[in-house]
């Protein structure tokens, strides 16, 4: 059963910065592409950033390159979303998802949320001006 815990949200001001975690069980951990991603109220969801089943590839959205990057510490089946210069534009729930790796779903597919299997509760980021 793969299960995902988010944490590390909260309120910031604008410029500020935040890093998410996300507690990851899944088996085998490098079989699974990880994301983040988020909804703002009365928005469709957004795919923020993605990261390989072996970690050997990330990609984020262009609402956010250069602001956030997503990692992972595999050794702690982990994965993180750092966040700086954040804008009140980034104020959503931001959820951890998970796929199990298989044909025809890539970076692309992931990030629109084809092949996100698995979802955490979310976790709240809310950015004031």
């Known amino acids: 059963q793969v299960q995902l815990r988010e944490s590390g949200g909260g309120s910031v001001q604008a410029g500020g910065s935040l890093t998410l975690s996300c507690e990851v069980s899944a088996s085998p951990y490098n079989s699974f592409w990880k994301g983040w991603f988020r909804q703002a109220p009365g928005k469709e969801r957004e795919g923020v950033a993605v990261?390989?089943?072996?970690?050997?590839?990330?990609r984020t959205s262009s609402s956010v390159e250069g602001r956030f990057a997503i990692s992972q510490n595999r050794a702690e089946n982990t994965v993180y979303l750092e966040m700086n210069s954040l804008e009140p534009e980034d104020t959503a729930m931001y959820y951890c998802?998970?796929?199990?790796?298989?044909?025809?779903?890539?970076?692309?597919?992931?990030?629109?949320?084809?092949?996100?299997?698995?979802w955490g509760q979310g976790t709240q980021v809310t950015v004031s001006s």
């Open positions: 990261i390989s089943p072996a970690g050997a590839l990330t």
């Open positions: 998802a998970a796929g199990r790796a298989r044909n025809g779903i890539a970076w692309r597919q992931f990030i629109s949320g084809e092949g996100a299997d698995y």
